[in-house]
Nanobody
């Protein structure tokens, strides 16, 4: 069974930093395109960032560009999101998302359970 487990969320004051982690198991992590997606209270899902399978290419939503950094360690089957200069509007549940293929070749999308980030003074 493929599992993604996020950690590192919490409460922080505006301007603070947090580092989210996502641990993957049950899959060939290095072959998965990985992303962070968030959901603010009362709102829909918002894409935050994506990283390619080898980590060489990254993309960010305009709302987080220059403040957030996505990275991965394929040897550890881990995904990270370094969040700096946090703002109240960054308050959300952050989800780890992976897109890969089953051993049979079918596309598979996997989600973590989410971790809460609250930015408030």
């Amino acid at each position: 069974e493929v599992q993604l487990v996020e950690s590192g969320g919490g409460s922080v004051q505006p301007g603070g930093s947090l580092r989210l982690s996502c641990a993957a198991s049950g899959c060939t992590f290095s072959s998965y395109l990985m992303s962070w997606v968030r959901q603010a209270p009362g709102k829909g899902l918002e894409w935050v960032s994506t990283i390619s399978t080898n980590g060489g290419t990254t993309a960010y939503a305009d709302s987080v560009k220059g403040r957030f950094t996505i990275s991965r360690d394929n040897a550890k089957s881990a995904l990270y999101l370094q969040m700096n200069d946090l703002r109240p509007e960054d308050t959300a549940v952050y989800y780890c998302n992976g897109i890969g293929r089953t051993p049979g070749g079918r596309q598979r999308e996997v989600w973590g359970q989410g971790t809460q980030v609250t930015v408030s003074s």
